[in-house]
């Protein structure tokens, strides 16, 4: 599986942005889907996953309530709202084999995405 993140940017502190992260290649089987990001200097944090089905998802503490996860078949979305500077990081979307819900460790996903910046001033 290939993933390929786009919509990141720089915006303001409480402004929206939209990621989307397309999958292609081995996509017939089930798979979940996530998003993680890196801020400088800081360790790899767990976002929020979806399962196969988009039916379940999960979010890290940090951003439940400001962001959703949603997919279409196979492109997974990360609708962020009321961004805060803290927010700013590279954000990458990764993939993991199974039909059931991803996990917040990243050694669960198989595959990942190149990443996407995205900076929130204050």
């Known amino acids: 599986v290939q993933l390929q993140a786009s919509g990141g940017g720089l915006v303001q502190a409480g402004d929206s942005l939209r990621l989307s992260c397309a999958a292609s290649?081995?996509?017939?089987?089930?798979?979940?889907l996530g998003w993680f990001r890196q801020a400088p200097g800081k360790e790899r944090e767990f976002v929020a996953t979806?399962?196969?089905?988009?039916?379940n998802s999960a979010y890290a503490d940090s951003v439940k309530g400001r962001f959703a996860i949603s997919r279409d078949k196979n492109t997974v979305y990360l609708q962020m709202n009321s961004l805060k500077p803290e927010d700013t990081a590279v954000y990458y979307c990764?993939?993991?084999?199974?039909?059931?819900?991803?996990?917040?460790?990243?050694?669960?996903?198989?595959?990942w995405g190149q990443g996407t910046q995205v900076t929130v001033s204050s």
């Open positions: 979806i399962s196969w089905s988009g039916g």
């Open positions: 990764a993939a993991g084999y199974s039909y059931g819900l991803g996990s917040p460790n990243g050694n669960a996903y198989n595959y």
């Open positions: 290649g081995r996509t017939s089987s089930g798979y979940f």
